[in-house]
């Protein structure tokens, strides 16, 4: 388990807080690990009817430390992959409060909760292709499924980004609340939906998420892709130039 992480139980909910916000809440290979970790757990324990993953300060993540990004090493699966599959095949209900900027896998990992609310303030950013990577996390089938193709063009090739307003007229996000009520109402409705008949609850999901093995199929295929552009040279400058506070330049 990693500082970074929070993890708390009330009542039958469990709230996981990614709490690094004087780094806007990067994450790490060992945060991705703890967040895999109480995911999985919160999905063992019959006292767990839903999960709200928040984090702490005025941005939800700036997606992944670059520097732990380039320098981890992982014995087996490595703990992004963990992530990834325990945000795709957790059986609660699964709700996401977006309290800032949602950057790279801040985005992507949206398309696996069953319920996102945003703040009036948070913005979302896809800035893959600026970063010399590949969309992740399912989200080059998923965004489509959500927003449309034209939408998901829009963000994940421009790597622009989008408000809450925007996100809520698109499908991105389901409700958007004033920036001091986000909190609140988070955790009102994660507490309603615990409250809820539990068996029905995880059936309707698996109903509703039908495609697993496709969602699947798609994240090992983007992972190949994406092991391959962090091997290249456009990667390298892309990081290096963000280090160094420049626009890259591509030959």
């Known amino acids: 388990?990693?500082?970074?992480?929070?993890?708390?139980?009330?009542?039958?909910?469990?709230?996981?807080?990614?709490?690094?916000?004087?780094?806007?809440?990067?994450?790490?290979?060992?945060?991705?690990?703890?967040?895999?970790?109480?995911?999985?757990?919160?999905d063992s324990r019959s006292?767990?009817?839903?999960?709200?993953?928040?984090?702490?300060?005025?941005?939800?993540?700036?997606?992944?430390?670059?520097?732990?990004?380039q320098s981890g090493k992982s014995d087996g699966e490595p703990p992004v992959g963990r992530f990834l599959r325990a945000i795709r095949?957790?059986?609660?209900?699964f709700l996401i409060a977006v309290n800032g900027a949602a950057i790279g896998v801040g985005l992507t990992m949206l398309l696996h909760a069953d319920i996102v609310m945003a703040s009036e303030t948070a913005?979302?950013?896809?800035?893959?292709?600026?970063?010399?990577?590949?969309?992740?996390?399912?989200?080059?089938?998923?965004?489509?499924?959500?927003?449309?193709?034209?939408?998901?063009?829009?963000?994940?090739l421009t790597g622009r980004s989008v408000t809450a307003e925007e996100a809520l007229s698109i499908g991105l996000i389901s409700r958007v609340y004033p920036a001091d009520q986000l909190d609140g109402e988070a955790h009102k409705l994660a507490h309603q939906i615990a409250a809820m008949a539990p068996n029905a609850m995880k059936e309707s999901k698996r109903l509703i998420r039908a495609s697993r093995e496709t969602i699947a199929a798609q994240m090992d295929k983007e992972l190949v892709v994406f092991g391959r552009q962090l091997q290249s040279a456009e990667f390298k400058e892309a990081a290096t130039a963000f280090f160094e506070k420049r626009p890259p330049v591509y030959d």
């Open 123 to 156: 913005s979302f950013k896809a800035p893959f292709a600026q970063i010399g990577v590949v969309p992740e996390a399912g989200s080059s089938l998923l965004l489509p499924q959500a927003v449309g193709l034209a939408w998901a063009n829009d963000i994940l």
């Open 89 to 93: 095949d957790v059986d609660v209900p």
């Open 1 to 42: 388990m990693t500082e970074f992480i929070k993890v708390e139980h009330q009542e039958k909910v469990c709230v996981i807080t990614i709490s690094r916000p004087e780094a806007k809440n990067a994450l790490t290979q060992d945060m991705y690990g703890a967040i895999a970790d109480a995911l999985v757990d919160a």
């Open 47 to 69: 006292d767990v009817r839903a999960v709200l993953l928040r984090a702490d300060g005025d941005i939800f993540t700036a997606g992944n430390d670059l520097r732990d990004f």
